[in-house]
Structures are given as C-alpha cells and as structure tokens.
C-alpha cells in the first residue's frame, strides 16, 4: 500500500478563524482572541512531543497546516509552532510546505515569517472574483484582498501557490463562473482547486437551503464540466476529481491520502493514518487542550479503526479512482493477489457503456463525466 514506509506526512489543524463562512462545517471557532490560540498552540507542542516519539524513524517529507485560518496565529505563535515541529520531527530540507491562507490575513511581515519557518507552499481560498458571491458565502474578503495577498507571498519567496474557486454558489452563473476562472489563470498560480459547493447539515447554508438562489444541477455539471476543459486548455492537468495543476505541481500532501500513504493529524478534528491504523481526535477545542494538558492524549481519540485487509482494497481503490490515473491493475495484483477485472469488470460494465468509466487491459480510471458522479459509482461498486 504505502510507496515508502519510512515517508510520512504531517498536517496540524488550527481552528480559528475571523468569522465563520456560511457554508462551513469544518471544525473552526469564530472570534477567539490570542489568549485561546496561545493556548491551543501550547497543546499542539504538546502533542507534538508526544506523537514525535512515535514518529522516530520516519522523515516528514509533506506538510500541510491547514484551519480554520492558520494565518490567524500571527508571526509570534506560529514560528513557536513551527519550530517545535522541527524539534520533534524530521523534516526533510525538500519537503512540501503548505499552509491555508484567507486572503484578508496576509500581511508582508507574515508572509516573511512563512518563508523563515520553511513554508513553500500557500493554499489561498479565493473562491470567487465577483463581489455579490462573496457577499453570499460570507467571505471577509474581496478580489482587491485576494490580489494584494497574491503579490505579497510571490514577492515573499512563495513559488507555488494554490487557489481555491468554488461553483455551484448562490447567485453564480456559468458566465460569473468563466470570469473567476479567467482571472485566476492570468495570474498563473501553480495549481488550481475548484469545488462544488456542499450543503451541509449544520451551516447557516443548510438551515435556509430551499430560499438559496443556487444555479440547477445541470447548470452545475456544465460548470465543471467547462472548468475541466479550459483548466486542460490553459496548462492545469487535471490530475483529481477537483485538482488542477502545471507539471510537477501537483500536491504531494493530498496525493499521499489518495495513495494510502501514512500521515499524523496534529490537533483537533484532525485525522490520522499511522502504522496501518486510522485515528481521529475529538472537534471539542476545550476539551482537546484539557486533555493534552493533563496527559491524556489518547483521550482526545474519537474514533479508531484497525484496517484489515479487505478495508484496504475497498479504501485504495476508492481513493485511486479520485485521481485521473486511476487503478493501475499490475499494482493493485500486486498488492492484493488477485487480478482487479475478477472483482469489478462485470460491477463497471454499466459505467463503462454509459461512459463514465475507461477500463482497459492496463488500468481503470473515471472519464470527466465520471468524476462528476464518482460518489454514486464507487458507492455502487465497492463493498463499503
């Protein structure tokens, strides 16, 4: 399963932000002051020592610092984060380094202590450029913040950057949706991630769902549909379901989930997949501090699960077939002992005469269209 078993990725979750969007179930806190993220990092030195200890051995060549708003924490904080991280971690000088950035935090002397902590890689979530879209996500920036936060970072040093667009938003239209992703390609960032908007259970989104302005669903598949093509047209690969990017850009971090690889998740709400074991630690941030703080790091655990060998099959080719590549069958006999065609050429037959599915003697992977629906096909193939 894993390419390399002394390889390891580490992503840490900081859970606050300046107010919370309105389509956001992500575990994250609005308005906290220095006081609580003062505290909060202390914890995550904490886990760090303990979970670096466990971690001996290994060399951490992606990081992803991810939030909430990890910007939020200011120079101070995070450079006390980060070199702990250090201490208790092997980091290799060539590792991936990226952080989540909201393009209102940005500022030159944060940008500045990215680079001095090592951070390469900046993930800014423009989603985007029309200013009544912003408005109905709840944003706290407009297309001026995002701009400056963009030259700020490339004049930092930051050579590969992310940006975040979204469709599927109240009030978008395919039209609206081009502009953004117009703009975003003459800027030429690294990689692109364009996402469908998720409604989900708990937002302010979900609560007023039937009175959102939201385009149709096929108004939504034309959306990313057109998104793949002009993406490819322009230089983006399009290497996962929602992932674009220029050659040799893609994410190592987010490749090692849909590859199996082993990753720790630093802090709350975050999750792990060590030592052939997936963990995840409660969304409570009082009670996560509490309990690091009193020694009881294996308190924080909410859910724990020991894959067998079947849960592997099942989880590596529902994560394969997020990327373009797909299931290579030579890696996955290989792997597994049995031929891929034995288990699923008859359970894809349908996908592949309806053209969302590509199955041929090397590999199986989904077409555009099939990425599209991939939840409603891997849910109907897979025993899960």
Same mark, same amino acid.
């Given at each position: ?26 575990c994250s806190v609005a308005g906290s002051g220095n006081h609580a993220r003062s505290v909060y990092v202390d914890a ?14 290994? /060399?951490?060549?992606? !990081? ?6 990890? /910007?939020?924490?200011?120079? #101070? *904080?995070?450079? $006390? %984060? ?8 092997? &980091? ?14 940005? /500022?030159?002397?944060? =940008? ?7 951070? +390469?890689? &900046? ?5 985007? !450029?029309?200013?009544?879209? %912003?408005? *109905? %996500? ?5 297309l001026a913040d995002f701009e400056k936060s963009y030259e700020i970072l490339r004049k930092a040093g930051i050579d590969? @950057?992310? &940006? ?29 991630? =364009? ?58 971090? +987010?490749? $090692?989930?849909?590859n199996g690889d082993p990753y720790i998740g630093l802090g709350c709400a975050a999750h792990s997949f060590f030592c ?16 690091? $703080?009193?020694? =009881? ?10 894959? /067998? %060998? #079947? ?18 069958? $030579? ?28 199955? +041929? #003697? ?18 109907? @193939?897979?025993?899960?």
């Amino acid at each position: 399963m894993h390419n390399d078993p002394k390889l390891l990725g580490l992503y840490c979750h900081i859970p606050f932000c300046k107010s919370k969007c309105a389509y956001c179930d992500f575990c994250s806190v609005a308005g906290s002051g220095n006081h609580a993220r003062s505290v909060y990092v202390d914890a995550l030195c904490r886990e760090m020592s303990e979970m670096g200890k466990k971690a001996k051995g290994y /060399t951490v060549d992606s !990081v992803f610092i991810g939030g909430g708003t990890p /910007t939020l924490l200011g120079e #101070a *904080l995070f450079e $006390k %984060l980060i070199s702990r991280m250090y201490e208790e971690f092997f &980091v290799a000088e060539s590792a991936e380094f990226t952080v989540e950035a909201n393009p209102a935090t940005v /500022t030159k002397k944060l =940008a500045e202590a990215l680079v001095r902590c090592g951070v +390469n890689r &900046v993930s800014l979530g423009l989603q985007s !450029v029309h200013a009544n879209e %912003l408005k *109905l %996500l709840g944003r706290i920036h407009d297309l001026a913040d995002f701009e400056k936060s963009y030259e700020i970072l490339r004049k930092a040093g930051i050579d590969n @950057i992310n &940006v975040d667009v979204m469709f599927g938003i109240p009030d978008q239209t395919a039209e609206s949706f081009l502009n953004t992703l117009k703009h975003v390609v003459s800027l030429r960032p690294e990689h692109i991630s =364009a996402y469908g908007l998720q409604i989900e259970p708990g937002t302010p989104f979900f609560a007023r769902k039937d009175e959102l302005p939201l385009p149709t669903e096929d108004e939504e598949y034309s959306m990313y549909i057109y998104a793949c093509e002009f993406l490819e047209q322009n230089g983006y690969g399009h290497y996962e379901i929602s992932n674009f990017a220029l050659p040799g850009r893609e994410c190592r971090h +987010n490749k $090692k989930y849909w590859n199996g690889d082993p990753y720790i998740g630093l802090g709350c709400a975050a999750h792990s997949f060590f030592c052939g074991e997936r963990f995840g630690r409660c969304e409570d941030i009082s009670a996560y501090v509490s309990a690091v $703080k009193h020694k =009881a790091l294996d308190s924080t655990v909410d859910s724990r699960e020991i894959l /067998t %060998l #079947a849960d592997f099959e099942s989880e590596y080719v529902m994560l394969r077939m997020r990327l373009s590549e797909g299931v290579n069958k $030579k890696a996955y006999k290989s792997l597994f002992g049995f031929d891929f065609d034995e288990r699923y050429r008859d359970r894809l037959k349908g996908y592949v005469d309806a053209g969302f599915v590509v199955d +041929n #003697a090397e590999s199986c992977h989904f077409t555009t269209d099939g990425m599209y629906v991939s939840n409603s096909v891997l849910s109907s @193939i897979l025993d899960l």
